[in-house]
């Protein structure tokens, strides 16, 4: 089992910049790719980004396709969400997770496990 944890959230103005981080537990952490969620108040959970167990392949959502930088850290358990230029519609808690059912699509919640508590991101405009 993998236990995570989210940091690096808070208010910004539009345009500005923060960089997420997600700590994971235990010594698998490299043995799974790792995916970054994010849900706004009364709507679902939407795929950010998507990272492979190496570093060496990424895969982001059109919205945040060249604003937004999924890396990871194997050595520090830790993968990090870079975001840049952020709109108000970035408002929302994100959430990271490992990717455990490859039964589903890569931006699917079914497809990741053991979500961690997220952090939450306000973009003033």
């Known amino acids: 089992q993998v236990q995570l944890v989210e940091s690096g959230g808070g208010l910004v103005q539009t345009g500005g910049s923060l960089r997420l981080s997600c700590a994971a537990s235990?010594?698998?952490?490299?043995?799974?790719?790792m995916g970054w969620f994010r849900q706004a108040p009364g709507k679902e959970r939407e795929f950010v980004a998507d990272?492979?167990?190496?570093?060496?392949?990424?895969h982001y959502a059109d919205s945040v396709k060249g604003r937004f930088t999924i890396s990871r850290d194997n050595a520090k358990n830790t993968v990090y969400l870079q975001m840049n230029s952020l709109k108000p519609e970035d408002t929302a808690v994100y959430y990271c997770?490992?990717?455990?059912?490859?039964?589903?699509?890569?931006?699917?919640?079914?497809?990741?496990?053991?979500w961690g508590q997220g952090t939450q991101v306000a973009v003033s405009s």
């Open positions: 235990g010594r698998t952490f490299s043995s799974y790719a």
């Open positions: 997770a490992p990717r455990v059912n490859d039964a589903y699509t890569i931006e699917s919640p079914r497809a990741y496990g053991y």
């Open positions: 990272i492979n167990r190496s570093g060496g392949s990424t």
